[in-house]
């Protein structure tokens, strides 16, 4: 019966003595004059099977002879051996060869760094630690999805092509079907031509057109590519992820910081269980200490602190400051590393300066601050963003005013104060930085399949 | 306590009696001189909940000028009315109105158009037929990442911005952040000083790079946004919509139908679960017989019939076609639409001439045909095309270059033949024709919360 290398390791006892047959590839194999060992794997599992097989195989010359990664068909015994190593192994009864790896194949030994992976990204993912990193980036999405499903909120998807640029200051990608060289040629630019008649560009998020849905639903919550065309070359920077945008209608500052706290639990825990090897894996190779510091994650109540008191924290801590902490200003990296570590966990800064948040956020009594939240994390720092949104019709309008931002692009959104406002809140996550989070993978262009940065669109 | 529509609905029986709190919007208000009532709902269910009031309140008279869509905060006492037209009501002991809605809410009374809730695209999820139609989306959608996650698939987020356009042939929309005033004004186009140093575009499918990740993992699928330039206003397009592309190694073209098919029932059987309120309101005033339709194909049998089999019955049908049917050729919607009704339910037409399919696709022995399938439904047409790819690097090759392909840029495309190749099958279902065919909804426009087509780029 054919079965997958996850059945084994989930059912051993079932299959002891089975005949059994598998479809894979060879991740090792070695051999002596009578014998051999293949480590077998077909992609369902993190673990490899061990395939033993001897000269007894009508083809034992050509398997002998087998390349790193060749597709195989497998027939033999699954058998038990509590004894060994490895907790069970298949007596091959036949082997045969499908798709040949041929000699250049790049992945053919161990030890390759990351920087040569990318450039072989259609074949990382054959790699320990890619194949760890892109099923847990499975298994993360899937949990999400399952966290607000399970909780009552409607999934939207809003628009990726979009005329609004969001946050009032998005660095966006242009989309267009004008031809270029015709522009270049007429030697002016009619977007009257172009696709949708008029300049438009990608997202940079969701969150508007969230709001009018959770202003349907109650509770609504996005999951989608977002764009950001910022010449940036960190680690921290594509210009192409994936964010997830909850807004919550009826719902306050307070609120929204407990669906953050909650939400980043179930990932965590959902993680730890289904993809037990390969945390395993990460924690042994990537970050030593990672499901140590997850697991204190989900022990720890997350601490709630206003930016004033953070940087009451920052002046009066005996660090020499590469930035000076000071009131009505942004924090730096290295503020985020020590609030973190001061409180031993996540800590949720909340009640922003307004100059350095955006327009939408729900203005305090105090004139200056507004009611935004940052949640940060040990050894990541941001892991999302949110606030309560302003509700008040004249309010919202005129910090937009005072901003200089044109309003009537916008009356939508305006609109939503108008026809049945209500106190209401929502936050951002970064897909990709939960990943990293959630690996210790420290650059970003390791946590997502084929990335995009500056000079690089590859695949 | 604080409660939902939908956990009273659910729930009713623990809540008789109850003093409860709720917070949400009025759907229409009536009123006589000493009482009146309110149908109100939160978003968390179809159905609305009716709030009894009168005289009694201190705010009696403002309660009942209280404008459509207002948003408001009810106490009362959750009342079970068994001999009523409702099964229940919730007799307030206090309502408090939040957020006014003004005078112009444009969504005042029922029977507005399609086209007129169109324009109004951020209200229009608050009308019965959107917010059904929105919700089944939402459910829909998690059903299908439930049916793959649960049989061992990981979920892969193939890039949206890339070089190359996967079918041979897609109109794509152009990405770039050149200045386009600039490039009219230098009179030339610097692809150098682009973003990513080169012409890209919005992709049109993840299906390459999501073999690779099959190469990896066995089965993956992806579930993301594409894009498609194309210059066609009708009810069946639009320029951005959303893709699932499952690719699954060690599958033929016979394992992928069965996959197809399963899938497909697993949704319909979700969604006729999770959705009943929804999709009994749709059966009964969008589509007749919607239910039993989806019914019944729950419990069919899909039909398998070659192409060319297909066009003999056709040709022997006695029906006076627009279109001809001929052999070699590509079928007309009449001709979908009576092999659907021919077999009564659901047919996967399967080995289609080569010509008039991607160069991707297994050669057929025969030297004609590929091992495409394409997926008939009733009612809908074509719901999700598939094929077997061609694992062989030689014929993959040769494919290409007959049609006159550039082999250069995909290499990596073609080394997953040279490197483990397998016989391996996919699918793509454009979810959005998914969703027309489960709500019966007729205008793609109106399925998608923000539709973008030509000239039409709103919100």
Redesign the interface.
Known sequence: MLV?V?NLYKNSDKYANAEVEL????KTARDSKTFGFIEFN???FFRNIQIVYDDTLSNFEEITKVTI???IEVKGKFILTPEAKQPFEIKATSISI??K??S??PLQKKGHSVEFLREQA??R??TNL??AV??V???A??AI?EYF?DR?Y???????????DGEGAGEM??????D??K???????QYEND????K?G?TVTGQL?GE????????IYTF??S?R?E?SNTKTHV??F?MIEPEI??CDLEGVMDVEEDMLKYIVKTVLEKCREEMEFLDKFVSNGLIEKLEKLLNSKFTRISHEDVITILKEAKVDWEFKPEYGEDIAKEHEKYITEHFNGPVFITNWPKDIKAFYMKQNSDGKTVAAVDLEVPGAGELMGGSQRE?NYDKLISRMKELGMRTEELD??L?????????HSGFGMGFERLIMYLTGVENIRDV???P?T??????
């Open positions: 997958d996850k479809k894979g590839w060879v077909d992609g369902s990664y060749s597709s499908f798709g790896s041929e250049d194949y259609y074949l993912p054959r890619f194949n892109f099923r980036r499975s298994v999405a899937m999805h499903q009552g409607v999934y939207v998807h809003t628009p990726l092509i979009t005329s609004n990608f242009q989309v267009t079907t004008l270029l060289d522009v270049a040629s007429l030697g002016k630019v696709f949708f008649g008029k438009v990608l057109e009018t849905f959770a202003h349907a639903f109650g509770k989608g590519p764009f065309a010449n210009s192409e994936w209608a009826f509700e939508w959104y609109n939503l104060r108008r026809y049945g406002t209500t106190i997502i399949p084929y995009r500056p000079g690089n669109c590859e695949f």
